[in-house]
């Protein structure tokens, strides 16, 4: 069963499949079809995946490099083509013997699209592209190229979760509900699974997704956001062990030192541990932040949290901490959150206007329960 990303933040919009479905569901009665949910820039999508041509043995440009995966991992160069089925249909052709070496393909740089909220797919279709695995350029076909070889093509049928109006899903650029279209992986380069990538390469990708994640914010796109800033963690997470005796030796400000075998014992230079825990409490925090915007404060208050702990000197996370402790109800909570921003930041109006609209609400919600309690006794 193939891998399935996740996300850290998904919206109770309405009932969401079970964990395991999200992960992965074989549905016997249907041709070994994969369900999963993925993210858009205008929210989750249900995606339902079924092979229809299996690898070709005379495409096999990612064996060429001798690599022990036969599926694209992170990193990986992918040349790709996504197409609405209504158009393949109508245009279908015999597949060319023309094959692309793994040589060609590393000499194709990843290209970068903007992210459209119309669009579900995010990739020009009809064209073949090459895509860089694990940049959360298009989720959904990140997702299907993950257990995919080359010369394989699949199906693919998308539909929105969730219509209320916590999350507006606009009509995809790509027609009518639901889009069925086929992906198709003609090569790929090599590429890594997260555990094997040399730390050096890990912390660069993390500084990238942290990035990637504010200028998406910025342009609209909070759940693409929110992705970038959950994988980042997810990087970070195999990266604590090496800041872990450091940090028992109070060795904070110490830039850590490590030979990488990998690459002829060349010397890797990563951060600090007060570098680490910084730049992990910013992903915790801005992830916070679009948790908030898409109305999940259980987990903006988990996520706001977690940044205060790596970073007490944190303003905006303690901020964050005190609008999601209010939106949950747990007001004591939320004055205290409120009350050390105060002490980081003595006259923040945004923290003086929390704190007064807690206290009118409390006054308000006090004289209600007064005459609620005098008509019992009178």
């Not at 730049?279 to 404060?297: D, G, Y």
């Amino acid at each position: 069963m193939q891998r399935r990303h996740v996300p850290l933040f998904t919206a109770a919009m309405e009932p969401v499949p079970p964990l395991e479905t999200l992960h992965g569901n074989v549905d016997h009665d249907s041709g070994d079809v994969t369900s999963w949910v993925s993210v858009c820039p205008g929210g989750l999508w249900k995606v339902q995946q079924k092979p229809t041509r299996k690898k070709s043995p005379t495409v096999s440009a990612s064996e060429d490099a001798s690599s022990s995966s036969h599926s694209p991992r992170l990193g990986s160069l992918c040349r790709v083509r996504v197409r609405l089925k209504a158009n393949v249909d109508e245009t279908e052709t015999p597949d060319s013997d023309e094959k692309l070496s793994v040589t060609e393909v590393t000499k194709v740089v990843g290209t970068s699209f903007p992210r459209s909220r119309d669009s579900a797919l995010q990739l020009p279709l009809g064209d073949w592209t090459t895509l860089r695995l694990g940049e959360g350029q298009c989720d959904i076909t990140e997702a299907c190229l993950e257990g995919m070889r080359a010369g394989e093509k699949c199906e693919i049928l998308l539909s929105p979760v969730g219509h209320g109006p916590v999350v507006s899903i606009p009509q995809p650029a790509e027609g009518h509900l639901p889009v069925c279209a086929t992906v198709e992986l003609q090569a790929f380069t090599p590429g890594m699974e997260s555990w094997e990538m040399p730390p050096g390469e890990k912390w660069e990708w993390v500084k990238s997704h942290k990035e990637r994640g504010g200028a998406r914010y910025r342009s609209g796109d909070v759940w693409g956001a929110a992705d970038s800033y959950s994988r980042g963690l997810k990087l970070l997470i195999a990266l604590y062990g090496l800041f872990r005796e450091q940090e028992k030796n109070g060795q904070q400000q110490n830039v850590l030192a490590l030979c990488d075998s990998s690459n002829g014992g060349e010397t890797q230079h990563l951060p600090s541990v007060h570098e680490f825990k910084t730049i992990k409490a910013e992903l915790h925090s801005n992830l916070s932040l679009c948790q908030l915007k898409l109305s999940q404060p259980e987990r903006a208050r988990a996520s706001a949290s977690k940044a205060t702990e790596l970073e007490p000197g944190g303003a905006k996370a303690w901020y964050r901490l005190g609008q999601a402790c209010q939106m949950v109800n747990e007001v004591e909570e939320a004055k205290r959150a409120f009350r050390k921003l105060l002490e980081l930041q003595p006259e923040s109006p945004a923290a003086l206007k929390a704190l007064k609209d807690i206290a009118s609400k409390e006054k308000e919600t006090n004289a209600q329960l007064g005459v609620r309690l005098s008509k019992m006794f009178s």
